[in-house]
């Protein structure tokens, strides 16, 4: 017997057949997890790092010089008030409601670099709680895939996405709530944190044109465009230079360790420095490649599966950035983990991908460490990780090709939001 619930605002919760784990526990488990990680960074809250004490630790956490280089003691608005000049720091470099959120921090701890940090960690903390809330409301006890992961306990709070995580998660429940416009606000409220939420508007619209609702589909992507104005618009009439740091830093920023395009150009041009003076021919082609693969992992899904519900192709859009982006920065993993829950539940393909993330993390800061001369591995190893990871990737899309697709509870008055039974 099929256990959907009724459309009745008493019918808005998942089957408890499907929850054989309470909120409660989840959210105990969230909590180790995150007390976990802020003890693992806590030897680098300080902020005195000249022993290497982030590489021999693994405790490095972008919040801590952060603190600094964005010059967020003291009373000044991040880009309203000019930066002051610095040779090598960038600042300002973060979308708005980012740079706010540290703003919030630094206005609790002034100049104090472990008051900073914890200030940090209760905001993200509170992120992460509203992300494994919205999973909960979906797919119950599959939260846990948010709340135990290895994922999160390192790059937790290791820098600010999960104010994006969060935002984006929360965008899901109310689509299926049929809250359009909610959902489309919260998109572009998390756009307005990180880039990557903007395209997850893609598949949600295209739900709606699959479920023959285009007027739905319309007023998620004007509600997803609007609230990203309604934030973005003050800061570039205000300050149109300092707004567009955020732009102008990514166009121009090198390929990064972390991304196969900086290993592919080191082992063919044996000189992986070279790649930054390509850095408009690496985007032209990081975006190339990311159109191709999405559209051919698109095409290989609607072949095998026609009807198969659009807001899935969430899952692959990130997964196909990440794969060929310039940059993966190694706490981008907390974008796929709520994705994991709800498009692709395979605990083997998670556990796999967490054990490559976290290769990923201890030969990356390892690595560093040799190269400050603090003890450490050598590069080949940190790029065996990072291919191993992206290896794991491709073997998810695979799988996302080949798996019938899930069904997620619909509070939609027909019960069915266009999803097709697993």
């Known amino acids: 017997m099929d256990a959907r619930p009724e459309p009745t605002a008493a019918g808005r919760h998942l089957p408890r057949s499907s929850r054989p784990i309470g909120l409660g526990l989840v959210l105990v488990c969230l909590t180790g997890t995150l007390i976990l990680g802020a003890a693992s960074k806590a030897p680098c809250a300080s902020g005195e790092w000249a022993d290497g004490r982030q590489y021999r630790l693994l405790c490095y956490s972008d ?35 980012t740079l706010y959120l540290m703003r ?20 993200l903390w509170l992120c992460a709680g509203v992300t494994v809330v919205c999973l909960y ?5 599959r939260a846990l895939i ?41 998109l572009g409220l998390g756009a307005s944190a990180k880039f990557y939420p903007a395209m997850l508007v893609v598949p949600l619209i295209l739900q709606r044109l699959q479920d023959g609702e285009p007027d739905r589909a319309i007023r998620l992507g004007w509600a997803a465009a609007g609230s990203w104005l309604a934030v973005n618009i003050p800061f570039l009439i205000a300050a149109p230079n300092p707004w567009l740091t955020f732009f102008r830093y990514n166009a121009s920023r090198c390929a990064e360790f972390d991304s196969l395009w900086s290993i592919g150009w080191r082992y063919l041009d044996h000189d992986g420095a070279a790649a930054c003076s390509k850095t408009g021919l690496i985007n032209m082609g990081s975006s190339l490649a990311f159109a191709v693969v999405f559209i051919i ?65 201890v030969t990356r ?58």
């Open 63 to 97: 919040i801590v010089p952060l603190l600094g280089t964005e010059q967020l003691a003291g009373g000044r608005m991040p880009l309203l008030d000019q930066c002051a000049s610095s040779p090598d720091a960038n600042c300002d470099e973060y979308p708005v409601l």
């Open 104 to 123: 919030t921090a630094g206005w609790v701890s002034d100049t104090d670099y472990p008051t900073f940090f914890g200030a940090n960690v209760a905001l």
């Open 137 to 141: 409301a979906m797919v119950g006890s």
């Open 146 to 186: 948010f709340a135990l992961s290895p994922t999160l306990l390192v790059y937790g709070f290791m820098n600010w996405d999960l104010l994006a995580v969060a935002l984006a998660t929360a965008a899901f429940p109310a689509f299926l709530l049929r809250r359009d416009v909610l959902a489309g606000a919260l």
């Open 297 to 361: 992992v698109w095409a290989a899904k609607a072949r095998r599966m026609p009807d198969f519900p659009r807001w899935t192709l969430a899952f692959p859009i990130l997964v196909a950035f990440l794969l060929t982006s310039k940059v993966y920065s190694p706490q981008y993993g907390l974008w796929l983990l709520p994705l994991f829950a709800l498009a692709l539940p395979s605990l083997r393909t998670f556990v796999a991908f967490s054990l490559a993330d976290l290769a990923v993390f």
């Open 365 to 422: 800061f390892r690595w560093f460490g040799h190269l400050a001369e603090t003890s450490g591995v050598q590069q080949w190893m940190f790029e065996l990780a990072v291919v191993l990871r992206a290896a794991v990737l491709v073997w998810y899309l695979l799988q996302w090709i080949r798996r019938e697709p899930e069904v997620l509870p619909s509070f939609a008055p027909d019960g069915e939001l266009g999803m097709a039974p697993a």
